[in-house]
């Protein structure tokens, strides 16, 4: 069996989860690594928006930042700011909100604002970005980090952008969509009770058991019914994630 | 009305102290040579307005050229933390930093009601966020139609409007193209503005339906090659992806910080002797 | 999304009698052959939504295809009077035509709305017009800023957007370019949307920036060279104006009129056949 | 001394009130005439808009709709009709809005709705267009229309757009221009009392009488303190005109 790394494993579930023609509103970092792996892989026709204005956009390396140039150049139409806001996100055009977060809590709730007080923060992160609407307006919602007790808390200094709280109806002034519906981390796959509205773990990838999931989130973590195994990495899927991060490296002149 | 001038001569002329100045370029064509300028000219007790704050900001801000904040995200993309925005927010320093936060979709819708010359602008946004706890300037309003609320933010109404373009004619016409983000609504949404541009060319051959900005609707157009560095102007330079890793170590620490700025935006006397003296580093 | 199909085609599945259908197009690209197949196969109890209603409303209201009509200007250009547009409000012929009447500024906001899925939009708008006395869709908005009192008009949400475009690729992805009026706005408004073009071609080439309607936010696009006559497709035709000329005696009388639909648009299959029966004419 | 038109008068009246670098936004017809004769002779860097999302838009021969394909191509830029409105009327970008008219009172308000009752009336003219915003929205606003007791008249059956009443401040809600300043017609140049704010001859063209223009007059027109006559047209103006004439209805396919 191939070997390959959490990180990787953590990529490849992610990119399990789009499906082909789906419109994809893409965060840079590990969510436009998955987004673009999904393309490269199962879904070839997957449509990829970046809140930089760029739609459709098919890069041969993962951008360093929202805005690179060959967002641009394999785009099928680059239009302005506050046009993807207003005409594409809030036109309710987006399947899946795809988005990574330094905190977040049981529901989905995400922190990219402040660690303490917001007026006195002990740390400020760089703040919301496109978040607190594509969290609202985006169909559903995909979240990937990294699995650690200091990113899965068990409350947040800051709400930045919404979950869905217990009892909460999507319907809700300013929701369109259905709110966090996947958290995908190094560990494991995490789905939300649909009575709690908590997010419970669904998958563990392989290797990995339920008392290091458990020690690694900042909150009671239950267990969803049926919790199943990850499937492992494929041979294609490895490679196609390696081989587009060594364009990556190459592309931003790290080799 | 778009008079072709030198940037170091727009500046002195166009931004004042106690300013709002919103530079803008999202990723792609930040006007990083005219914040240098600023730099070079003490501007100071500005309000700065821009969606990402970038290095362009981090540099104003660690040198203590503003007293308020007004963005929606404030990070060095693909790297990490704004230091100096950080170290200004945390331990006030240099000197205390007011915050007017706002979500990537409300600061554009902001900067578009601007532009269209409306007191506020409407949009479906910050549910459930803590934002609005923070910023007064994001209110809810109920649609006369059909009584749903939605949130309202005013709109942004800079004094000066600072980009970078690839290109203008010798009438001092702009063209923009690639990424456009925000800067065609921040030129028209504010008093005065300042266009930086990779070359002065006697015709613009804009393609039907370019972003183009005529002459009489920009201040000052200055001739400024590679002025977006280390971010890019499409068609003419690629994003120096190095450097903006290699800030994250400049502009951790306040003493190197300064010692950089110093060396390479003070001791410069314009952005072509800062890209010669980084080259030298 | 961005089926290729023929325009008998995709009117039928998605045209839907009762409908609320904005065929737009500001004086180029206006999609005539698309309405002349509506007239053919007889769509009833439309609502049709147009800023310039042109003559190829003043044909759908004459063949009594329209109940009511949301428009801000609805003359023949540089002609005069749409004979049938007249007839219908002041004498009910063929059958009375409800009026919901905007300015262009007002009506092209409700567009945008609607393509930004908001209900209203808010301009600076309607003082000192008596328009808001005689349509209850303008109403007063206060700045929860400014206290200021702006004009507010509801969203356009139409059934269907109809427009006709210079070119689609294979994949059902459209290029606008010229003068691009409200079309893009109408087709992410609408809930389907049929895109005429003048050809399909491999490869758009579209330059950056220019206006693109992804496949995806298409309903279907039908191949239909000259399909903008007698409004035209720049790079591929001209402005018919001599026809415009001739409409406001085609038009005039209630027979006359008739007489011509029958012959050549009833009495003719498609658009291609309709250009022949003219020039036969 | 040369043979001219009452029509030419009037063209090249209206065009000599636009000056140069002025920012005009033009209404078809008539306006346009005089806007397009004022850049071909003394204002070859006035500014034109029209309303089809054209902006510094340059001609050769007059359009015969609003959206001729000769303005996109010379046009220094073309928008969307959305952005035109938005972005540079209400934006406050225009100095002068060049309008016609079907019908106006004597405080330059425009009917271009209805002759009649709205709801049944006798002529259904073809309704507002632009004339509502730029009426309030640009710095000011001139007019041009053929002198007569149908278009000039003492009451309106519709007030279409608005004119500046006695005593209104323009600093009024949604407010931004001086309103109307100027009404040229085939008789001569009218001007607002600021007093009374009605509109007063000021300049009668050449050969014709104060009778004239009173019997062509819907109100009891009151004459303007030095009424003057209108210069004839200069040589150069009405071969300017004439050429222009003449270029449009080659390109109409006239001749």
Redesign the interface.
């Known amino acids: 069996m191939v070997d390959y790394t959490a990180d990787e494993m953590m990529t490849i579930a992610a990119a399990r989860l789009l499906k082909d023609r789906m419109v994809c509103f893409v965060g840079i970092g590990l969510p436009s690594a998955a987004a673009n792996l999904a393309r490269l892989t199962h879904a070839p026709e997957i449509v990829l928006i970046y809140e930089s204005g760029t739609i459709g956009t098919k890069p041969t390396a993962l951008p360093l930042s929202i805005g690179d140039g060959e967002l641009a150049e394999t785009a099928d139409a680059v239009v302005s700011v506050p046009e993807i806001f207003r005409y594409w996100l809030q036109g309710g055009r987006i399947d899946v909100g795809f988005l990574g977060a330094a905190q977040l809590d049981r529901y989905g709730t995400l922190n990219t604002t402040v660690i303490g007080d917001y007026a006195h923060p002990s740390v400020r992160l760089p703040g919301a970005g496109g978040a607190p609407e594509i969290a609202t307006l985006a169909g559903e919602v995909f979240i990937i980090l990294r699995h650690s007790k200091r990113a899965l808390v068990e409350r947040l200094d800051f709400a930045t952008s919404a979950g869905l709280l217990p009892g909460e109806r999507v319907e809700g002034p300013g929701w369109r969509g259905k709110g966090p519906t996947a958290l995908v981390t190094d560990l494991g796959l995490l789905k939300p009770d649909l009575d709690s509205r908590e997010f419970t773990l669904a998958s563990l990838h392989p290797g990995v058991t339920l008392e290091q999931a458990r020690a690694a989130t900042g909150w009671d973590l239950k267990v969803a019914p049926g919790l199943t195994t990850t499937p492992p990495p494929t041979a294609g899927e490895l490679e196609a994630l390696r081989a587009l991060h060594d364009r990556t490296r190459r592309a931003h002149g790290e080799v | ?1 778009g008079e072709i001038t030198s940037l170091s001569e727009a500046v002195r002329e166009l931004v004042r102290d106690g300013d709002t100045v919103a530079m803008e370029g ?3 064509l930040i006007p990083h040579a005219a914040g240098h300028e600023l730099i070079r000219q003490r501007k100071a007790g500005l309000t700065l307005v821009r ?2 704050p970038d290095l362009i900001y981090d540099q104003l801000i660690g040198m203590g050229s503003a007293k308020k904040l007004i ?5 060095n ?2 790297v990490g ?2 230091h100096r ?2 170290d200004a ?2 331990k006030g320093w240099p000197q205390p930093l007011a915050l007017e ?5 409300g600061l ?2 902001a ?2 009601a601007g ?6 602008a ?10 609005p706890k ?1 910023n007064p ?1 994001i ?3 109920r ?4 009584g ?5 933010v ?1 709109a942004i109404r800079p004094d000066v409007a600072v980009i970078h373009a690839q290109k203008a004619d010798r009438k001092g ?1 702009v063209l923009i ?6 800067q ?2 921040a030129v ?1 949404a504010a008093k005065r503005s300042i266009v930086t541009v990779e070359e002065i060319v006697d015709r613009l051959e ?9 002459s ?2 920009v201040s000052a157009v200055a001739p400024v090659p590679g002025g977006a560095h280390p971010s ?1 102007a ?1 068609g003419y330079s ?2 120096d ?2 450097f ?1 890793k290699a800030w994250d170590d400049i502009s951790r620490e306040r003493d190197t910080f300064l010692s950089w700025m110093e060396r390479h935006v003070l001791g410069t006397k314009d952005f072509a002797e800062y890209r010669r003296s980084l080259e030298a580093a």
Chains 1, 4 share one sequence.
């Open positions: 009305m999202f990723t792609h969606m990402t963005f929606s995200w404030g990070g993309p693909g933390s704004l925005f950080r927010v945390e936060e706002h979500s990537h979709a554009a819708n900067y578009a532009a269209a010359n409306l007191p506020f409407v949009l479906r946004g910050y549910s459930g966020s803590d934002l923070h300037m209110r809810r309003i649609c006369p139609f059909t749903e609320d939605l949130a309202a005013p016409n193209w690639g990424i456009v983000g925000v065609k609504e028209l804009a393609p039907s339906n370019a972003v183009v900005l005529p009489w609707v890019f499409q690629r994003r992806n190095r903006y």
